[in-house]
């Protein structure tokens, strides 16, 4: 189930650029914008119609078949477009990586079973009839199919907008999201959904579900109040980076060593997903990242005023239940965590060395030791490194977290002198000439099992920053 939420994920933010493209056309130009133009609107359904799910088709076929089945599965989605009445997003993202898998199939047997010399011809003549037939399958019969499903779902959703258990989806999505979960839920499920309704509305209250930065502000605000002197700086960092720069995953961390946490941002959810329901609003486009500049921006004017109402006093109901939460000697994790990577770090001259002292405590192929308070970070077994000269960052995505840990390493690296090259990617994506992964704790055994043989890096927070130093004064030596 995560794998193929991670794939429904991967499809919608590799064209996240073309959603938030067409929801800037309807931001300015819609019904709901600044300045009507129906001229300009005429861009919108061909977008909607055809080339988004066509994009969405060749990512699906190229995640799972490569570029083969990527232009097999644009081909047989435009012809599923062609027979559909109604936007085939959803069936897009269904129909690109069942062609694409198809098509690794195929090739597969045809790599074993085809004579040397023969791959090429073989596989082309396959994969042109498995676009042959798909397509002529879905113009004929699948299309129209689609149509009645998307217009008996539209009136299921809409039933289920207007009722009053729609504030109950925060039970599921802000667990989700602490757990990781967050880019499948968003990407996968709800992404496609607004979009959906979006297109025949012109805006969706499912784009602002799971992005609402509110309930998280809340969390890291108790944190910040809570804690002193320097153990503010962490928490402070987090805050910032969550509710201005969107990325939700630092604070994961600090819910994670609280985990009664969760029912602070299920109160703080619930309040937001009502607060969203009672005021009638919705967004244009999916804001990725959950940046309250993006939130605020992709909302139609009226109901910019009422969106962050809605947001504070998420934030509010999330604040006032973490701060009776946490207990007047909370410790910020980043504080508590530096104490113990330092100490551990700096006793350490080499890397060959770090290596060989958890080899002497970590059988082989087995994942790093981690005691229950997940404390310790380390490298972990794997064959030892003479030189590191690149890390990666990984997250699920590949973006967010990642992108901002990777930023914050190459600072630190430009302030030191130290020439590394530092790069992020998504868990499936992982380059294989990397030496060195930096992850969050959470997706150690996911990151190990995508990469065995490498070396890791568990982070409690991409925020740390005192584990950077420690980190790079490691690799200096």
Known sequence: MRKFGQLLGGMIWQNITIIISVGIIHEIFGIYGWWYNEKILLLVNPIYNTLLPILLGYTGGKLLGGQRGAVVASIVIYGLTLSSSAPVILGAMIVGP?????????????????????????????????????????????????????????????????????????????PAKVFFFNNPVNYGVLAPLGIQQAKELGKSIFFLLESNPGPGLGVLLAYWLKTKAEQRKGAQLALFIQFFGGIHEVYFPYVLRKPLLILSLIMGGMTGIFMFQMFDVGAVSLPSPGSIFLFTALV??????????????????????????????????????NLKQITALNQLETIDKLNKDLKDTVLPNQKVAARN??????????????????????????????????AMLKR??????????????????????????????????????????????????????????????????
């Open 300 to 337: 139609p004017k009226e109901d910019m005023v009422f969106v962050l109402l809605s947001v504070l006093l998420s934030a509010m109901i999330s604040f006032c239940c973490s701060f009776f939460i946490l207990d007047a000697s909370t410790k910020s994790p980043t504080k508590q965590e």
């Open 373 to 406: 308070d997940l404390q310790s970070n380390s490298i972990s077994d794997a064959p030892p490194i003479p030189k590191v000269e690149r890390i990666t960052f990984v997250c699920e995505a590949g973006l967010g977290s990642s992108a901002m840990g990777a």
């Open 412 to 477: 630190k690296l430009k302030q030191e002198n130290f020439i590394v090259e530092v790069d992020n990617s998504s868990v499936d994506e992982i380059p294989e000439n990397t030496d060195l992964i930096i992850c969050h704790q959470r997706l150690l055994s996911i990151v190990q099992k995508a990469a065995p043989e490498k070396a890791y890096y568990p982070l409690h927070s991409f925020t740390d920053m005192e584990a950077y130093k420690s980190l790079i004064d490691c690799l200096k030596k």
């Open 98 to 174: 069942l062609i694409g898998w198809i098509v690794q199939k195929c090739d597969q047997v045809v790599t074993r079973k085809v004579p040397v010399g023969y791959e090429l011809l073989v596989g082309n003549v396959v994969a042109s009839l498995i676009a042959v037939s798909f397509t002529i399958i879905c113009f004929l019969f699948v299309g129209q199919v689609f149509s009645d499903g998307v217009k008996w779902s539209t009136e299921i959703l809409e039933q289920i907008i207007y009722s009053g258990w729609l504030p109950l989806a925060a039970v599921i999505i802000e």
